[in-house]
């Protein structure tokens, strides 16, 4: 689990999870709505509501979580051997042993969104927030020791995700004093989308060269081509935030009902006369009824 796989289904879950808080952010963005608490599009429709309600997310990352934590166990012949039992001092397997232990946290924060939004009577983000944080405490402290040992080409490509997950923790620091702040849930979401991309192309780096070529450690120009593709990573991705925003864009102003709802109603209540109709009604009336009174001494002989 180490290896190839162990770097590309990973990264292949957080890549797609960053897609999907994208549009959620955007579309909150677009609407103007919530994002801990966005406006459910079935009012009073009973099954629709209610499944509206349900933390995706959530089960996504339990489901996910629970099948790595289990491909981990049987990839491995011997299955997860603490210790060797012909030598006892001897811990077994400590790269798998961490990607188990990233994998069972992850299905730890699923299981805490799942109670966050379904079980208790009311949510508390901060629960929430703060389970991710402690996590990524956890992931980071994980991804240091996980460099122990390595050189070259293998240092640097896990040197440059420990930054991206560093800058990740911040953002979550800062969430739990602002959790419904549109700018910090961006760079969250770029800071996924980082994530899940760097870690399928370390993947190809160390295990799977595309040319076919294995990395060279002893030479500089590779070393150097790493930083290269992690620069290519940040505005590839930051091109696909801005693409995401523009489809999203398009598809919420032309086809949403929503948007088509809200706008009928706003347009007529912008464009309402009412306030000077009622102020020039009570003149009217009352020119009438002066034009009317001299009238009648007149028509009486």
């Excluded at 801990?36 to 933390?55: D, E, V, Y």
């Excluded at 979580?65 to 006892?88: A, E, F």
């Excluded at 990524?136 to 040992?149: I, T």
Aim: aromatic share 12%; with cysteine.
């Amino acid at each position: 689990m180490g290896k190839f796989n162990g770097h590309l289904y990973p990264g292949l879950y957080l890549f797609s999870y960053g897609l999907y808080q994208a549009t959620v952010v955007f579309k909150a963005i677009i609407v103007n709505d919530s994002l801990l608490c966005p406006s459910c599009p079935f009012k009073n429709k009973g099954m629709w509501a209610r499944l509206w309600g349900i933390s995706y997310g959530g089960w996504v990352k339990v489901v996910t979580g629970s099948i790595l934590t289990v491909y981990v166990v049987i990839c491995l012949d011997d299955g997860m051997v603490l210790m060797n039992r012909k030598q006892l001092s001897r811990f077994m397997y400590p790269k798998e042993w961490q990607h188990l232990t990233m994998f069972i946290l992850l299905t730890l924060n699923g299981c805490v969104d799942v109670t966050s939004k379904n079980l208790l009577r009311q949510r508390c983000v901060i629960l929430e927030k703060g389970t991710l944080l402690l996590i990524y405490c956890v992931l980071l402290m994980l991804l240091v020791s996980h460099v122990q040992g390595s050189t070259g080409v293998e240092q640097r490509v896990h040197s440059l995700l420990i930054v991206v997950v560093f800058q990740l923790m911040l953002v979550l620091a800062v969430e739990l004093w602002a959790p419904n702040a549109f700018l910090l849930s961006l760079i969250e979401t770029f800071l996924f989308l980082m994530m899940g991309s760097w870690l399928m192309q370390a993947g190809f780096i160390l295990y799977r060269p595309v040319t076919g070529y294995p990395w060279q450690d002893d030479d500089v120009r590779d070393i150097v081509f790493v930083t290269v593709f992690f620069c290519w990573h940040v505005m590839i991705n930051a091109l696909c935030l801005l693409g995401i925003y523009g489809i999203s864009s398009f598809w919420h102003r032309c086809y949403s009902p929503s948007l088509k709802m809200t706008g009928s109603k706003e347009a007529p209540y912008h464009a309402s006369p009412e306030g000077p109709v009622y102020k020039l009604l009570p003149k009217v009336e009352r020119s009438e009824k002066d034009e009317q009174v001299p009238l009648l001494p007149e028509s009486s002989p």
